[in-house]
């Protein structure tokens, strides 16, 4: 073709191909958009009945000494209270354990065994929280708990937190194994070339370096926890209500056994103006504490990425 | 320890392997070509094992003390794994084994009762890409000497360290930074002081200046020089010009196929001082690689 003889017709292409492609662009954006709008929904619909909440009850009761919604009283700190108990105990069990596997799996099981044990540990993950909570109710309460602490409740939220952990270890031990994995093999290499054993190299070099990872992990694993609505609403007691307190061997209330005890049966809702609402009011909270989490998380793991 | 002549090395040890006979052309050899120098390794007879393919086969030479020693040849022709035996980092690898010996001073390091750690305590390695550890310029020198039990001046031993590997004026006012902000040729210097901190008696360097400028390359060079007076030497090198510049002794793998596998393994074709080497081979397959008619 000679040189500057050409016209913009020629390199436009075909113009059905075009309108298809724009088409094919619409539809992914739609699918992409309405996920979108669906979150977007969610928090309207809270917000707008949390206002109906905070606009109807009156604001002390906010502040009262225990969570009793079809009394009137909404005592925000005994289930805020309640979920970081059992979140707490979560954690103690959940995070030592989840990295310990972690560490286990990246840095000393053979690659036979990494590949058996990492996809157990994922179906472990999948286990459906009613049978830990079960679980938690029927075994860990009284064989676990009640032994140690002999004027423990039948429900506690001790055994609830334990179950919780349980639930939550194999999520850290596979975000953080991820983690280490991550570490890249040079740096192993040149610890263990500068004569220092596998311990020392897994604590001082592959662990800090994989800190961020790991802290992500754990805020991960913590978020789940705080949402865990089964296990806590079958093992914690307190599914009326509960009074404001922070002894794990007793019966307590999270926000989440707190909405689920609102959410099911028509007649537990009923009751004082509010009571209803109280729910989304407990939902926008949960949803602002684990968003706040997931963003945590997600900057940590960007530092990861980042370095390497 | 004083490292003993190459004729001595033929005096049996425990639980040794037999001796192959291809030991005594090798030290024939050496015996007229290499007169009374310390030897630091004798490998004899190795080969190298990935499951089961053979990588390396039947390597046998000498590795003199304060001098640079360099292992050339076409990729995969086993030199990394010939290195890596030399400080037992091929013990990383999963289903690697070895064969044969690789005397340390008359010792063989995989002897059971040799405790790898200990190995590498006093041979230290420089890799290929520059792996400083994500800490600052300060720990990553004093992390070794730390592990090792180091009791003295940690502070002096960071400076002596970073002079020796000339990086101390570049560095000496920002120690407590991050190794990782360094440029590439200062990271490898880094890594080459780390590694001295250990007060090694070997360096090995597994082609130490592949990631790096002409400019870094020749203050990497440079150093070595430095340090060969304190330190032997092993560096392996795709580049030729760079082994003919620094060092003395040459060895040149080439990759050979194997009748019953697919695979090639590393072979040793030639070990001779690197004049004779580039200049006069004796081999036809190490003069066509160096004259650049092969690989």
Not at chain 2, 192 to 213: G, H, K, N, T, Y
């Amino acid at each position: 073709m000679t040189s500057g003889a050409i016209d913009i017709g020629a390199l436009q292409g075909s113009p059905q191909r075009r309108r298809r492609e724009s088409l094919i662009l619409r539809a992914f954006q739609l699918a992409a958009a309405l996920s979108v709008l669906i979150s977007a929904g969610i928090v309207f619909s809270l917000l707008g009945e949390a206002i109906v909440f905070l606009s109807n009850v009156d604001l002390s009761q906010l502040f009262a000494g225990g969570w009793y919604p079809r009394r009137g009283e909404f005592g925000i700190a005994t289930i805020v209270t309640g979920t970081m108990v059992v979140t707490l105990v979560g954690m103690v069990v959940a995070a030592p354990l989840g990295l310990a596997a972690a560490v286990y799996l990246s840095e000393y099981a053979k690659p036979r065994v990494r590949r058996t044990v990492k996809p157990i540990l994922e179906i472990l993950a999948g286990i459906p929280s009613v049978v830990i909570g079960f679980f938690a109710l029927t075994w860990i309460s009284p064989e676990v708990i009640q032994r140690f602490f002999n004027d423990a409740s039948a429900f506690n939220m001790a055994a609830a937190g334990l179950g919780v952990g349980i639930l939550v270890t194999p999520l850290v031990a596979s975000v953080a194994e991820d983690a280490l994995r991550s570490v890249p093999q040079a740096l192993r290499e040149a610890s263990v070339g500068m004569g220092a054993r596998k311990r020392t190299t897994t604590l001082q070099i592959v662990l800090p370096a994989a800190v961020s990872g790991i802290v992500a992990a754990f805020i991960i694993g913590m978020s789940r926890a705080i949402g865990e609505t089964m296990v806590v609403a079958i093992a914690a007691g307190g599914t009326g209500g509960s009074a404001f307190t922070v002894d794990p061997t007793g019966p307590g209330q999270t926000m989440t056994a707190a909405m689920t005890a609102l959410a099911v049966g028509s007649d537990q809702v009923r009751g004082t103006d509010g009571t209803f609402q109280s729910l989304f009011f407990v939902g926008l909270l949960l949803f602002f504490i684990t968003l706040t989490l997931n963003i945590l998380s997600e900057r940590f793991v960007r530092r990861v990425r980042q370095k390497y | 320890m004083k490292a003993m002549d190459a004729g001595t090395l033929t005096e049996p040890r425990e639980g040794l392997h037999a001796r192959p006979h291809i030991e005594v052309e090798v030290q024939q050899q050496s015996e007229r070509q290499l007169p009374s120098r310390d030897v630091v390794f004798s490998i004899r007879d190795l080969s190298v094992y990935y499951g089961g393919f053979k990588a390396v086969r039947n390597v046998s030479l000498d590795i003199f003390q304060n001098q640079i020693t360099a292992l050339i040849g076409p990729s995969g022709c086993g030199k990394t794994t010939m290195i890596r035996c030399l400080n037992r980092m091929n013990d990383l690898i999963e289903n690697a084994r070895v064969d044969g010996e690789v005397l340390y001073h008359g010792v063989n390091l995989y002897d059971k009762r040799v405790d790898a750690v200990e190995v590498r305590r006093r041979i230290g390695m420089v890799f290929q890409r520059p792996n400083p550890f994500p800490k600052s310029i300060y720990d990553n020198i004093t992390f070794g000497p730390k592990i090792a039990g180091f009791k003295g001046n940690m502070d002096e031993l960071v400076e002596q360290s970073l002079q020796k590997a000339a990086l101390w004026d570049e560095v000496k006012d920002r120690l407590k930074e991050s190794a990782w902000s360094l440029s590439g040729g200062q990271q490898q210097r880094l890594c080459i002081a780390r590694c001295v901190a250990v007060q090694p008696d070997v360096i090995l360097m597994d082609e130490p200046c592949s990631a790096l400028d002409p400019i870094a390359t020749a203050r990497v060079e440079d150093l070595m020089q430095d340090l060969k007076s304190e330190y032997s030497i092993v560096i392996v090198t795709h580049n030729m010009q760079q082994a003919a510049r620094v060092s003395e002794m040459t060895a040149f793998f080439t990759a050979e196929v194997q009748e019953d596998q697919d695979r090639r393994t590393g072979v040793l074709v030639e070990y001779d001082k690197t004049e004779q080497i580039f200049t006069n081979p004796s081999d036809e397959r190490t003069e066509n690689y160096v004259t650049g008619r092969f690989g």
